[in-house]
Nanobody, 126 residues
Framework: QVQLVESGGGLVQAGGSLRLSCAAS????????MGWFRQAPGKERELVAT????????YYTDSVKGRFTISRDNAKNTVYLQKNSLEPEDTAVYYC???????????????????WGQGTQVTVSS
């Protein structure tokens, strides 16, 4: 049984930082591109960042480039999202997800993802 468990969310002031973690089990972790998505109230779930199985290829949506960094530790079956210079617009539930493909460019839409975590709330106050 595949499980993805996010942690690290919380309340932070604008300009602050948070690091989200997602621990995976029940899958061959390095075979999956991992993605972070977020969903704000009343909005659709959007892709934030992806990282391929080897950890050498990353993608960021324009609104987080230069502020967020995705990384992974395959020895720990964990993917991270370091979030700096947080803005109130970053307030959302953040989800990690696993996409089974060797081509990370295929994992740009949520329909491509096989497994999802339960989400962690991030609230940025102004």
């Amino acid at each position: 049984q595949v499980q993805l468990v996010e942690s690290g969310g919380g309340l932070v002031q604008a300009g602050g930082s948070l690091r989200l973690s997602c621990a995976a089990s029940g899958l061959i972790f390095s075979s999956y591109t991992m993605g972070w998505f977020r969903q704000a109230p009343g909005k659709e779930r959007e892709l934030v960042a992806t990282i391929n199985g080897g950890g050498f290829s990353t993608y960021y949506t324009d609104s987080v480039k230069g502020r967020f960094t995705i990384s992974r530790d395959n020895a720990k079956n964990t993917v991270y999202l370091q979030k700096n210079s947080l803005e109130p617009e970053d307030t959302a539930v953040y989800y990690c997800a696993a996409c089974f493909t060797s081509l990370a460019t295929m994992c740009r839409s949520r329909e491509k993802y096989n497994f999802w975590g339960q989400g962690t709330q991030v609230t940025v106050s102004s």
